[in-house]
């Protein structure tokens, strides 16, 4: 079963566009990761955010947390071609637990 | 090696064959996972080892499905029987330490299995 939702499903944009994608989840958490997966590959870590934490940064990459609203997004600035790509979001359990559930993802296509 | 290898990439079963998918994580660590990842969805949790032992093997479909990491290094997940609906991207993924999250999980680039 799905622990969260990524929205839009689908997200088309031109090279240099801001990207933003939104994830959902139902039960409280200590931790969210986001991941970005390219087509037939694996799935490679972007960024982990802490129940604690609204918001962080790595290169390009914003994403906050609002855990009142259970949900967390995921903003790529001056989006590349080579960011087009699935972006999923994996919540853990509020206890914890090693067991990171994803979500269905989004899938990015960025126009050159 | 640097990152979790994984083998076959590619593999094409006929229905009721059995396989076996084979995973080198990081050396050096502690926890284990094997997702499946059906087309146009995101992974879904199978099992979960520390070390050698097999903590969490809720996920798993049926029991058809076997994994094992018997020296806490390499493992292997066992589809017997396979059906076509056992057709999807098995993906491994490997951490540092063991119990609790907070810790980046590391994937490799998935077993590529078709049911024909």
């Known amino acids: 079963s799905q622990q969260g939702e990524e929205d839009p499903q689908a997200l088309s944009i031109q090279e240099g566009e801001n990207a933003t994608m939104n994830c959902s989840y139902k039960?409280?958490?200590?931790?969210l990761q986001w991941y970005r997966q390219n087509s037939g590959r694996g799935l490679v870590h972007l960024i982990l955010?802490?129940?604690?934490?609204r918001e962080k940064h790595s290169g390009r990459l914003r994403v906050t947390l609002d855990t009142s609203k259970k949900s967390s997004s995921l903003l790529i600035t001056a989006s590349r071609a080579a960011d087009t790509a699935s972006y999923f979001c994996?919540?853990?359990?509020?206890?914890?637990?090693?067991?990171?559930?994803f979500g269905t993802g989004t899938r990015l296509k960025v126009l050159a | 090696g640097a990152g979790v290898s994984q083998s076959p990439r590619y593999k094409v079963a006929k229905r009721g064959q059995d396989v076996a998918l084979r995973c080198d994580p990081i050396?050096?660590?502690?926890?284990l996972f094997w997702y499946q990842q059906a087309l146009g969805q995101g992974p879904e949790f199978l099992t979960y080892?520390?070390?050698?032992?097999?903590?969490?093997k809720s996920g798993l479909p049926s029991d058809r499905f076997f994994a094992e990491r018997p020296e806490g290094s390499v493992s292997t997940l066992k589809i017997q029987r396979t059906q076509q609906e056992d057709s999807a991207v098995y993906l491994c993924?490997?951490?540092?330490?063991?119990?609790?999250?907070?810790?980046?999980?590391?994937f490799g680039e998935g077993s590529w299995l078709t049911v024909v």
């Open positions: 993924a490997s951490s540092p330490s063991g119990g609790g999250s907070g810790n980046t999980i590391y």
């Open positions: 039960t409280s958490i200590n931790n």
């Open positions: 955010i802490r129940s604690n934490e």
């Open positions: 994996a919540t853990d359990g509020y206890s914890g637990t090693y067991k990171y559930i």
């Open positions: 050396s050096g660590h502690v926890s």
């Open positions: 080892f520390q070390n050698e032992a097999q903590l969490d």
